[in-house]
């Protein structure tokens, strides 16, 4: 026991942090996978690689996609088409209105897309962000396009959310959405990436007022000098979690 422990403070100096297999959070998602999650919400599902991770996970899940770009979303609905109906796929972005806006498509890096500019210190960390160009896209609200799914979801809904700096105003807009979801998973930048990006302090106000609890993170991005640039972090609601 006291080699193990040596052992562990000796990686942790190295920034390395050690869990058993079956306590890891890839494989707990800090307590999500012990769920019946039946309804995952995807909003910025690009073309699809969360959805296909975490359809692996959930198997019997029913997945609502949202990607505003067209061609990811081409893709995504060609991968949606294997599924056997359980994923749904809007070509939508969304915030808090209705409208129609220009969005800013990295198209060497489509993932890093957004309905804001990013910054000089973002294309410098991330080069493959200079290259960009504007596309026409229809924003709405999660409440709007399915406030009429919301009777037929099952109870454990998943919310997850990686729209470049955006989530404040997709959460703004999603009141309901909200209030029936047991979890949150948010990719936020800590880095200032995207001009009016939304503040880790904010989201946890929003979220926080929702009923729910930052429970950790899934996952931490770094830059060279060891900061943290990005991260997943994971929230969950408070009268299903009430330890949380």
């Excluded at 990811?72 to 972005?93: D, E, H, I, Q, T």
């Excluded at 099952?154 to 470049?164: A, E, P, R, S």
Aim: some cysteine; proline content about 3%.
């Amino acid at each position: 026991m006291l080699i193990k422990t040596i052992l562990r403070r000796v990686m942790n100096v190295f920034g390395i942090d050690v869990f058993t297999y079956k306590k890891s959070p890839q494989i707990t998602m800090l307590g999500l996978s012990s769920l019946d999650i039946r309804t995952i919400i995807d909003c910025g599902a690009n073309e699809g690689q969360f959805a296909s991770k975490i359809s692996k996970v959930f198997p019997h899940a029913n997945i609502y996609c949202f990607e505003p770009l067209q061609e990811p979303f081409n893709k995504l609905k060609s991968w949606a088409k294997k599924k056997n109906g359980k994923v749904n796929c809007f070509n939508f972005a969304l915030g808090d209105y209705e409208t129609e806006v220009q969005m800013y498509n990295h198209y060497e890096h489509s993932p890093s897309s957004s309905l804001l500019k990013s910054t000089k210190h973002c294309n410098h960390v991330y080069p493959q962000t200079k290259s960009q160009n504007l596309a026409n896209v229809h924003v709405t609200t999660l409440d709007n396009i399915l406030k009429d799914k919301l009777d037929v979801m099952d109870q454990y809904i998943l919310l997850k959310l990686d729209v470049q700096g955006f989530e404040d105003k997709v959460l703004l807009g999603a009141p309901n959405i909200l209030a029936a979801s047991c979890a949150c998973l948010l990719e936020i930048n800590i880095d200032h990436l995207y001009e009016g990006q939304a503040k880790f302090i904010d989201l946890v106000e929003i979220l926080n007022e929702a009923d729910f609890s930052y429970a950790g993170n899934l996952e931490q991005s770094y830059g060279n000098d060891g900061r943290v640039i990005f991260l997943d972090a994971v929230f969950l609601k408070r009268k299903i979690f009430p330890s949380s």
